[in-house]
């Protein structure tokens, strides 16, 4: 059984930066694309960003563009999500999840999600 275990959530002001972290367990990482996505209140859960496999291939929502990069470590089976520069209408639960069908921004492709780490930004 996979799990999926975010952290590093919390409160913050904006423009500032937090860290992400994203530990699986069950299975190895390196077996999974891996995705962040967040759910703001009253809003449908949206794709923010993705990693392949090995690390080399990301992609990102146009909204976390250049301010927020995915990163992992296979070694550690964590992936990560820094966040910089942070604004008020990041605020949301990020999710974590994982994908055995390759890369993508759809939820749908992904199969397995952690329970979500609230991040809260104040203006």
């Known amino acids: 059984q996979v799990q999926l275990v975010e952290s590093g959530g919390g409160l913050v002001q904006a423009g500032d930066s937090l860290r992400l972290s994203c530990v699986v367990s069950?299975?190895?990482?390196?077996?999974?694309?891996m995705g962040w996505f967040r759910q703001a209140p009253g809003k449908e859960r949206e794709f923010g960003a993705a990693?392949?496999?090995?690390?080399?291939?990301?992609y990102y929502a146009d909204s976390m563009e250049g301010r927020f990069t995915i990163s992992r470590d296979n070694a550690k089976n964590t992936v990560y999500l820094q966040m910089n520069s942070l604004r008020p209408e990041d605020t949301a639960v990020y999710y974590c999840?994982?994908?055995?069908?390759?890369?993508?921004?759809?939820?749908?492709?992904?199969?397995?999600w952690g329970q979500g780490t609230q991040v809260t930004v104040s203006s």
């Open positions: 069950g299975r190895t990482a390196s077996t999974y694309s």
């Open positions: 990693i392949s496999r090995e690390g080399v291939t990301t």
């Open positions: 999840a994982a994908s055995t069908r390759g890369l993508g921004t759809t939820a749908s492709r992904y199969a397995y």
